[in-house]
């Protein structure tokens, strides 16, 4: 391990006492974030909540996780609403169109359902036409997404990175590709923020969701939504909480915050707010943002070429589209025993994940924390459980329940 990496690793103890390869679910929690959660539920706990001293202190934790999102994404902070996580904010911005029967929406088939889930409540509650992009596992998608855009589409909304391929779409282009046409861009960034640079503003992206507990090492119950500013006068809040209103009276009359504030759904759990802003603060001046991102890059590449030449693996993650996700498919295991050999790494101390819908798939998430020789051993005990074959693995009681698949996939 390099003089850098040694610090890091050991401000993350997780990652000291297994081999952690599922940061696209959950990253580890970093000591300052520990220390940041602990330090306001103490102050809670024994000051107690309903008090001046404690509702500024509150004010003080989000001001400072506001300007820390900001920072970190490039972005002014009117732009910026605190989220609870990466679903609130996809059907924040969802459900803030005007829909009429008849309008259309564009996605593609390699979405999350916290993209998707809101795009049906759409089509069912307002009579809203979803057209899918279908894009394979994502290597040339522009095409597909281009033809899935029609003059009565009024929103695109897709995932940055998928987490069902890993494949790294072309935002950039698609971005250009969709205002072309007049039509805004919503981003789901849970598999993107954190693991490479980001600058939203410059992006010129419309609306992007992204989760604190993944990449950015937060606690979870906290993520943010980047409203580009020229949106905040049209998007409609679908919910209205203290932060929405700006003044009001008892007659009807009110004025709406004029920042990204107005779209916020609830309170944020205090200490949460402090974990994220440490968290924030740790990767942007211990960690530093670039080298985080090179070592993500360096480390997924190890671990693809390592995976990819196990025999019986077919490797899903389009190459050119790589980011920290490498994506396989165990040729002729079915999707219940996909998570049997989840579990059977579990028992080994290594944590990946398995994706339980098309495309199957079982998913290893590289950290900037991660090191060569953990990818070897991860390597070594996939090669050891594949040569043994898939009836060798116990299918998990709860695959069972999920009515998983035993049908083996080719």
Request: glycine share 8%.
């Amino acid at each position: 391990m390099t003089d850098k990496l040694t610090p890091i690793r050991e401000a993350l103890p997780a990652v000291q006492n297994q081999i952690f390869l599922n940061s696209g679910w959950y990253g580890p929690l970093p000591t300052p974030a520990q220390a940041a959660l602990a330090a306001a539920m103490q102050d809670e706990y024994t000051g107690g909540r309903p008090n001046r001293r404690n509702l500024d202190r509150v004010q003080e934790t989000r001001t400072a996780l506001e300007e820390a999102f900001a920072a970190f994404f490039r972005i002014p902070l009117e732009s910026l609403a605190l989220t609870h996580h990466t679903t609130d904010g996809m059907n924040i911005v969802t459900m803030g169109f005007n829909w009429e029967p008849g309008d259309e929406v564009a996605t593609t088939t390699i979405e999350h359902p916290a993209g998707i889930f809101p795009l049906y409540t759409i089509q069912d509650r307002y009579g809203v036409r979803i057209n899918f992009a279908d894009v394979g596992l994502g290597e040339d998608p522009l095409d597909a997404i281009d033809a899935a855009l029609t003059p009565r589409t009024r929103l695109l909304s897709l995932s940055h990175v998928s987490y069902s391929t890993g494949a790294r779409l072309p935002l950039e282009e698609i971005i250009a590709l969709a205002h072309a046409k007049g039509i805004p861009v919503l981003v789901d960034g849970a598999q993107s923020a954190g693991v490479f640079d980001l600058d939203l503003a410059a992006l010129n992206v419309d609306f992007y969701a992204i989760p604190g507990q993944k990449w950015l090492c937060g606690p979870e119950g906290v993520g943010m939504l980047y409203i580009r500013p020229d949106h905040l006068p049209t998007l409609r809040p679908t919910y209205a909480n203290f932060n929405a209103i700006q003044s009001h009276d008892w007659r009807g009359r009110f004025t709406f915050n004029p920042t990204a504030r107005r779209f916020e759904t609830g309170t944020i759990y205090p200490p949460a707010m402090a974990g994220m802003q440490a968290s924030l603060r740790w990767l942007m001046e211990e960690a530093g943002q670039d080298w985080a991102y090179a070592r993500i890059a360096r480390i997924a590449a190890y671990a693809r070429e390592a995976i990819g030449s196990l025999p019986g693996v077919r490797l899903l993650t389009p190459e050119k589209r790589q980011a920290s996700l490498v994506n396989f498919l165990p040729v002729g295991w079915s999707p219940a025993q996909m998570s049997g050999l989840i579990a059977a790494l579990d028992t080994r101390g290594i944590i990946i994940r398995n994706i339980s819908h098309v495309p199957y798939a079982v998913r290893v998430s590289c950290g900037f924390y991660n090191t060569e020789a953990e990818i070897d051993a991860l390597r070594e005990a996939l090669a050891e459980l594949l040569a043994a074959g898939p009836g060798a693995v116990t299918v998990p009681e709860r695959a069972v329940q999920s009515g998983l698949s035993n049908e083996p996939v080719w």
